[in-house]
């Protein structure tokens, strides 16, 4: 977004055509171009010309004018610097950046050189949406990344990624392959993406246009993507030995380098707050594609609602670090077996003691955002409540080391964390709880944050705040007795302080002769009339300068106490990842306990066996409704040799709403929560290592990019045969659907083809071309399944089973008549199907010609009257029962009954 400091159609003004204060708002705004400023002046930030215009429109507030520029009137608009938080965070989320202004000097220091002269100001911030700190500006139990995407024409990798939580100092890079670029920024998910204008040229060459990904990106110059100056950068910026450049690629160097100097200059003099940055290996967790997550909805809905997705309802953590190491574990399932086979250790032992996680979650819920809090307090932000909110992790973090410490053989991921909760600073806890008070204000400079008996002198000085309420009633008693007035009251307020305030008929009193000395008149008003005295003004100010001093010796206790939490930051930083890794394996120990789900077998063969696999979505929806959930097996392992030969592919057939796509997703999440390290929604599971997971579920087009549901079917399907390998787990449903019947037919036929042949990989297919069934027979791989249903007097019951064989029909028409479809319609389409059933379907146009057309049809049927039930043994049996009647004898002897009568109609 740019935006400039004037009307582009309007000359630059001369620095004699305007007031030192618009000369200095426009040396500001021209050095910050495409930021709102946030220009203070007082108690406001305002905001001018065409940035008064947006801000307005964006915040739906008030628009007015303030004097004169090349004579016309000025735009303005401002918001309270006490609510500017508010304001920041509408228009971050609607895509704006704002630069901060701060005056940087005392309005009386200004005026000492000269009367004109203007405060100071500078920008003391840039905020953009990747920069956030805030939490009123951040979602607490969500990430909020800012990523650097650079690209080398001829380097060691394609592209290098960079990112950082800015709120947590986490900082990542990765080498990846083209192929894997968008991948990343799906997982990811970045709030705001630097690129040069060089990078987007070359995308564009390299992937065939622009990238829905790029749309918002930040555009910053080829300079700051330097791979020698990010070298130094990185240098200059961590401690020295912290890290070595040259470790990192010089793709990397480069992302790191533009990365950490865009935080330096938005932070401007508050600095970085970063961790030293970590490298990550792509190959190191599942690849799952924006089409495969959007597909799954693994974090949200395809209506972009967190209600409905799989995070959702699996997510039971209780502190906002571990919710977010929660999704991010979710995104990025790990492909090592040793490594998952840890985290479903640590799982398995909370499970098995029953109050251990309880006991655990009682004490994490007390943990605050250490990782956030030291942030804000490394930048200069932080306040008291920060500080509280570290000391209460601390205490947490103690609590959590004892109940670990006292169990039995832990596994070894459990030993380890309980040895890292153990090294809290419980010198530091204690020195914050013994230095902070109960009610914290937000910001230190308001006072009053630290704990009676802390600091002597700051008690003395408060306890002079406090008795001057007592001199000020004896003060106001003596006057009253002096000057016979009972109606005298000392009053304060900010623009006269304190005063002597009487009735306007009792002012004359204090005038006369023998009262001029002692009462000075202020101010006279319609109904009273205000003075000071000698004694109240020194009273006054001994007030004024006992406030004082305690705020100035609690600015100083706080900048001690940041010191000494700033002294702990890797003990810190240490405790707050492992309580938000303790928090993630105690929510996921909580839903296997409540939801019955079993821990899973990692190998490193292409095995894929379900037993009783569900949805785990879908089940806690109809649990909510009272109904259960149909489980079903599902078996993809490949033989004995399978490592040769690939895993099985099923193909599914069966009526809509039989089931296929939940069955279809079920078993594709039920591998990402395997792997993520956590149990599943099944009765057994033995799952071989997937390294990537495609689904291709569901219809949808993309009208910006020009492409209809057909082509981006066509462009998924291309994506999932031309990446899949062995390992991979592959869903696809209705291949082929978007186009003509024999051309969808052709199109699913070779697919499968190709993944049974070439791609060898686990997978399932669903379809409604039954002659795709014919390649169960010819390959050695494939499978026919298919969704158990059952006819019930012309009505289709879906039992949501799956079973092995084949469909004998789609039962299309049940289900548009379940849907609404007019009743002549539905007649209609049974007329045409039962024709061409009947004559064939070789040519379909020729067997439908003698049809005659619906328009064109002999006399509409005659009205319906209700349909007269058929002879059934069955209705006869339940109408003519009369429960209340008969003995548990009989009841069972009718059960019995019942059943042969079923057993008979399903023979005939």
């Known amino acids: 977004m740019s935006q400039s400091a004037y009307k582009a159609d309007r000359p630059a003004p001369s620095p004699a055509a305007m007031t030192p204060m618009m000369a200095q708002y426009f040396e500001i705004k021209g050095i910050n171009p495409g930021f709102l400023l946030f220009y203070r002046m007082g108690d406001f930030y305002e905001l001018f010309f065409e940035d008064a215009e947006i801000a307005s429109r964006a915040l739906g507030i008030t628009l007015t004018r303030r004097g004169k520029h090349q004579d016309e009137d000025i735009p303005m608009c401002g918001v309270p610097v006490h609510a500017a938080q508010d304001y920041l965070r509408k228009l971050i989320a609607l895509g704006h950046r704002v630069a901060v202004c701060e005056q940087t000097e005392d309005p009386a220091e200004a005026r000492k050189r000269g009367s004109k002269s203007v405060v100071r100001r500078e920008v003391v911030r840039l905020v953009t949406p990747g920069t956030l700190t805030e939490d009123d500006l951040l979602p607490a139990r969500a990430s909020n990344f800012l990523a650097a995407l650079a690209m080398l024409r001829h380097g060691e990798a394609d592209f290098a990624l960079a990112w950082a939580d800015i709120s947590t100092g986490e900082l990542f890079v990765a080498d990846l392959p083209a192929e894997a670029l968008a991948d990343e920024l799906a997982r990811l998910e970045p709030a705001e993406l630097l690129v040069s204008a060089n990078t987007l040229e070359r995308l564009g060459e390299t992937q065939g246009g622009a990238q829905p990904w790029l749309s918002g990106a930040t555009i910053l110059d080829a300079a700051a993507f330097d791979s020698e100056a990010g070298a130094e950068r990185l240098r200059a910026t961590f401690a020295p030995g912290a890290l070595d450049p040259t470790a990192f690629s010089r793709v990397a160097r480069s992302a790191l380098g533009a990365l950490v100097g865009y935080v330096a200059e938005t932070q401007k003099q508050a600095g970085i707050a970063l961790r030293t940055p970590q490298s990550q290996r792509t190959d190191a967790h599942m690849s799952i594609d924006a089409a495969t997550r959007a597909s799954l909805e693994l974090l949200t809905t395809n209506r972009g609602e967190a209600r409905g997705a799989l995070l959702h309802g699996i997510d039971m953590t209780v502190t906002a670090p571990g919710a977010r190491l929660f999704a991010a574990r979710l995104a990025a399932p790990l492909v090592s077996a040793a490594a998952i086979e840890k985290r479903l250790e640590i799982v398995a032992r909370v499970c098995a003691d029953t109050t251990l996680a309880a006991r655990l979650r ?54 380890a964390l309980a040895e890292g909760l153990g090294q809290a600073p419980t010198d530091l806890a204690g020195l914050l709880g013994s230095a902070l008070s109960a009610e914290l204000p937000l910001l230190s400079r308001d006072g009053g944050f630290v704990a009676e008996g802390f600091d002597p002198e700051l008690d003395t000085q408060r306890a002079l705040g406090r008795e001057t309420r007592t001199v000020v009633a004896g003060l106001q008693a003596d006057l009253c007795t002096r000057t016979t007035i009972k109606s005298l009251r000392i009053k304060h307020n900010n623009v006269l302080g304190f005063f002597i305030e009487v009735p306007a008929a009792h002012g004359p ?32 100010g001994r007030i004024a300068r006992a406030h004082q001093t305690a705020l100035e010796i609690e600015a100083a206790i706080f900048a001690r106490l940041r010191e000494a939490v700033l002294a702990n930051t890797a003990r810190l930083r240490a405790l707050a990842d492992a309580m938000a ?317 019942l059943k042969k009568a079923a057993d008979a109609d399903d023979h005939r």
Request: glycine share 8%; hydrophobic share 45%; charged share 25%.
């Open 581 to 897: 890794e303790l928090d993630v394996h105690a929510a996921l120990a909580t839903l296997a306990s409540e939801q019955g789900y079993a821990r899973p077998t990692i190998t490193e063969a292409l095995d894929f066996a379900i037993e009783g696999g569900r949805h785990p979505v879908v089940e806690q929806t109809l649990v909510r409704q009272a109904r259960s959930f149909v489980a079903n097996d599902c078996d993809l392992s490949g033989p004995l040799d399978s490592q040769e030969t690939g895993g099985r592919l099923w193909l599914v057939t069966g009526p809509n709403m039989g089931g296929k796509s939940t069955f279809l997703r079920q078993n594709a999440l039920i591998a990402i929560m395997a792997q993520m390290g956590s149990f599943v929604p099944a009765r057994a599971a033995r799952i071989g290592v997937v390294d990537r997971v495609f689904s291709r579920v569901g219809a949808s087009d993309d009208i910006a990019q020009g492409r209809s549901t057909f082509m981006v079917e066509m462009v998924e399907t291309a994506a999932i045969l031309n990446r899949a390998t062995s390992r991979s787990l592959v869903i696809l449903d209705e291949i082929g659907r978007g186009t003509a019947t024999f051309d969808g037919l052709s199109i699913a036929w070779a697919c499968v083809e190709t993944l049974h042949e070439t791609t060898r990989c686990r997978g399932l297919f669903a379809t409604h071309y039954h002659e795709l069934t014919a390649l169960g027979g010819m390959l050695d791989r494939v499978s026919n399944h298919t969704m158990k249903v059952r006819e019930w007097e012309g009505e289709v019951v879906f039992l949501h089973e799956v079973v092995a064989g084949v469909a004998d029909r789609s039962y299309g028409i049940q289900v548009a008549r379940l849907a609404g479809l007019p009743a002549p319609v539905i007649d209609r389409a049974r007329a045409v199907l039962d024709l061409l059933e009947a004559r064939g379907q070789a040519d379909p146009q020729s067997v439908l010609a003698d049809l005659p057309l619906f328009a064109r049809a002999s006399a509409p049927p005659p009205a319906r009257s209700a349909p007269q039930p058929r002879d059934n043994r069955l209705r006869d049996m339940v109408s003519g029962v009369r429960p209340d009647d008969m003995t548990p004898r009989e009841a069972l002897e009718w059960i019995y009954g």
């Open 509 to 540: 009193r204090l005038l006369e002769p023998d009262m001029e000395g002692e009462f000075i008149h202020r101010q006279t008003m319609a109904n009273a009339m205000r003075f000071t005295t000698g004694e109240l003004a020194d009273l006054e």
């Open 362 to 415: 009682t004490h994490l819920k007390a943990a605050p955002d250490i990782s956030r809090a030291l942030t804000r307090i490394e930048l200069e932000r932080g306040g008291p409540r920060d500080l509280a909110a570290i000391g209460k992790g601390i205490d947490a973090a103690i609590a959590l080391s004892g109940v670990l410490s006292s169990l039995d053989s832990p596994p070894e991921g459990l030993a």
